[in-house]
């Protein structure tokens, strides 16, 4: 089944204390992209990548570092996790072409207390 | 700023009652727009892409149509499990990359 999978679905962490959180896709697609859902705000990019090696900053970066080290695998780190962090994820991914039809992960939910 | 509006937030129908969805943008060059279902807990899931005004496209009881300056997603008699979040993303022609979403209508629809 074609599919974007993330892990973990749910995480309650502390402040300061480094994360990741994976994500993987079957489809071979190049673009990757991650997420965040937040209410009233909408979704938001974080950051992208074009293919392996390639990424590049999305609308809110900070406080997040990615790699994308094989083609199916996306991690998103939190290396010193703070509260306004706490969110809803999401991972995408998408064939490379003209149009960006995205097939998005199920969500990890994560809170910084 | 490139900016996505949808309205209304949220709406309640009952089950055959036909309704439309709003999504109004003002982005610099429009490549593609896109509208989304989500339901809750779960991850957005494609539904149409529209890339130049007068366009149309239709999925059982959905259909969308572009303007130049917003889409609209019609609702035809609705069932229950049409009940869902409803978001609309624009995609520019610079940074193809990048989509900018709205904040999405929430529908319910009642037996």
């Known amino acids: 089944e074609a599919q974007v999978t993330q892990n973990p679905r749910y995480l309650i962490t502390v402040t300061g204390k480094k994360l990741t959180v994976t994500c993987s896709q079957n489809?071979?697609?190049?673009?990757m992209s991650w997420y965040r859902q937040d209410p009233g705000l909408g979704l938001r990019q974080i950051y992208y990548?074009?293919?392996?090696?390639?990424?590049d900053k999305g609308d809110v970066p900070e406080g997040y570092k990615v790699s994308r080290k094989e083609k199916r695998n996306f991690p998103l780190i939190l290396e010193s996790p703070s509260p306004n962090q706490t969110s809803l994820y999401f991972c995408?991914?998408?064939?490379?072409?003209?149009?960006?039809?995205?097939?998005f992960g199920p969500g990890t939910r994560l809170t910084v207390t | 700023e490139d900016q996505v509006t949808q309205s209304p937030e949220a709406l309640r129908l009952q089950e055959g009652e036909s309704s439309s969805l709003n999504c109004s943008y003002t982005?610099?060059?429009?490549?593609?727009l896109f509208w989304y279902r989500q339901d809750p807990g779960k991850g957005p899931e494609f539904l149409f892409t529209?890339?130049?005004a007068g366009e149309e496209k239709e999925k059982e009881r959905l259909k969308a149509t572009l303007t130049k300056k917003e889409s609209f997603l019609h609702i035809t008699a609705p069932k229950p499990e049409d009940s869902a979040t409803y978001l609309c993303?624009?995609?520019?022609?610079?940074?193809?990359?990048?989509?900018?979403f709205g904040t999405g209508t929430r529908l319910l629809v009642s037996p």
């Open positions: 993303a624009v995609q520019m022609n610079t940074g193809f990359q990048k989509l900018v």
């Open positions: 995408a991914s998408s064939p490379y072409r003209e149009s960006y039809e995205q097939y």
């Open positions: 489809m071979n697609h190049e673009y």
């Open positions: 982005v610099s060059g429009l490549r593609g």
């Open positions: 990548s074009m293919n392996v090696e390639v990424t």
């Open positions: 529209l890339y130049s």
